[in-house]
């Protein structure tokens, strides 16, 4: 019997039906039932791609995944609506504490790593780079125009764009650019908006995601940033899988403990997500991890569920 397979893929959470999963001759797990997840936007597209190649092997299991933001995913995660919860920062304290307090144990799993992208207009010709201080300058209202962010570009008004804070790359430029204070700019909770934005206002600067920036870099000019030390680096695959991109940062999966040892199918799609060693990642224009970190994964995985994945089975012979 086929199953139909469910895809995160708007900004405000909802899941869109997609079609018949169930390509493959034999299912590759022995799961079945259902497994459903929220959260990020930014890590969506990942889970998409995984989802796609999950369900030609796996027609018992149906994986739904919602893209309702980082914020937004764990209220529902720690509310018990969902199994696991795609994130692209880490687990706030505050978060910790109402899964604590409600008993529910939780793991997390870095499946990949991003670079949050700085743009400008294309037909900026002035802005190369930026530091974090100007970045900050700009996002702060400080700077009202390019000249309030450095004396030799031109007064025009600055016209900034921002996720809003259902984002966890909200949260992360928060934390990394603006020490905690508060951004002042154009929020919206759907990315594209942003892009299209930047894309429209001759004078506007936005910052998301890399893999948003790969599918529109024909209609954006990506920036330059220095880091604390004073290096200029852009984004690129290497600079953010060895983190000397001063915006780097890892993406998540944070699951429940309990309902991936009770759901065998959840076990079978986190083997498959972890065995597949970034390759969904790249497809979705992020970035894999050092294969090194999947096989830390896979153990600890292995130690979670108390059993082996067929695949690592083959390797040990």
Not at 84 to 100: C, G, M, Q, T, V
Not at 153 to 176: L, M, N, V
Request: include cysteine; aromatic fraction near 10%; proline fraction near 2%.
């Amino acid at each position: 019997m086929k199953k139909w397979q469910l895809f995160g893929t708007t900004a405000i959470g909802a899941s869109l039906l997609l079609g018949a999963c169930g390509g493959g001759n034999a299912d590759s797990g022995k799961g079945e039932g259902e497994v459903k997840g929220d959260g990020s936007s930014t890590v969506g597209p990942i889970i998409e791609k995984l989802n796609e190649k999950f369900a030609k092997d796996n027609s018992d299991v149906t994986v739904s995944s919602g893209t309702s933001g980082t914020g937004g995913g764990f209220e529902k995660f720690i509310a018990g609506n969902t199994d696991f919860s795609n994130a692209s920062r880490p687990i706030k304290d505050e978060e910790k504490k109402k899964l604590d307090d409600k008993g529910i144990k939780y793991d997390e799993f870095k499946i990949a790593q991003d670079g949050v992208t700085i743009t400008v207009n294309k037909d900026n010709d002035f802005v190369d780079e930026l530091t974090k201080e100007q970045l900050k300058k700009i996002y702060s209202g400080e700077a009202k125009t390019w000249k309030d962010v450095n004396s030799e570009w031109p007064s025009k008004e600055i016209k900034a764009f921002s996720p809003d804070q259902s984002h966890g790359t909200y949260d992360f430029f928060t934390e990394e650019v603006m020490d905690k204070g508060d951004i002042k700019a154009e929020k919206n909770a759907d990315t594209n908006v942003i892009v299209q934005s930047v894309q429209n206002n001759e004078n506007g600067v936005g910052y998301f995601g890399y893999n948003f920036y790969e599918q529109n870099k024909d209609k954006l000019k990506e920036v330059k940033v220095k880091d604390d030390e004073g290096k200029t680096t852009e984004p690129t695959k290497k600079t953010i899988q060895d983190g000397s991109y001063a915006l780097s940062r890892p993406l998540y999966i944070y699951t429940n403990e309990k309902k991936l040892k009770d759901n065998e199918g959840f076990q079978d799609f986190m083997k498959f997500v972890l065995e597949d060693k970034g390759k969904s990642a790249e497809d979705a224009g992020f970035v894999a991890l050092p294969e090194k970190d999947y096989k830390e994964q896979q153990d600890k995985l292995k130690d979670i569920i108390g059993k082996e994945s067929k695949d690592s089975k083959k390797e040990d012979k």
